[in-house]
């Protein structure tokens, strides 16, 4: 976690930095991956620290591998003038980092780019996450959004 994912410092310097101790964090795309790895790291090391996603889903699949407490992260929501907000797509992009390093800036170029033709998708989901130290930006639901995006812009 510390030095980086492999979207951004490469998947053998990631394998490199691990050692006794270190946080290791993955993002996932499927539920049954999930499931997989959470049956894997039980029966390996006896528990999962922590994990997250949506709340009903997480619980069942906790609970479902005998996990009776599951940590659950809860979000209150955002306040005040959310009208100075950007477009909501923009924003399921930049919360994605859990330090905030994914700049709007940087996905409306990516956005404009690709609508124009300058960018392919696999190099606007390589700038977008280069930035994200923690690793927590998903790939595969940034190409659902990007798409999203760049078809609304397109019409």
Request: glycine fraction near 10%; proline fraction near 4%.
């Amino acid at each position: 976690m510390e030095a980086g994912s492999i979207l951004n410092i490469g998947y053998d310097r990631v394998l490199e930095t691990v050692a006794d101790g270190t946080s290791v964090q993955a993002v996932f795309s499927d539920q049954e991956d999930v499931i997989e790895m959470l049956r894997t790291c039980g029966a390996r090391y006896g528990h999962l620290d922590r994990g997250s996603g949506p709340g009903g889903t997480h619980r069942r699949v906790c609970t479902g591998l005998g996990h009776s407490t599951p940590h659950l992260e809860h979000s209150l929501g955002v306040w005040g003038r959310t009208d100075l907000l950007p477009d909501p797509d923009i924003m399921s992009i930049t919360t994605m980092c859990g330090h905030g390093l994914i700049a709007v800036s940087l996905v409306k170029d990516a956005v404009e780019k690709m609508r124009n033709g300058k960018m392919t998708m696999d190099k606007a989901i390589a700038q977008i996450c280069r930035p994200c130290i923690c690793g927590m930006t998903n790939p595969v639901r940034l190409e659902r959004v990007l798409t999203r995006l760049v078809e609304a812009r397109s019409s």
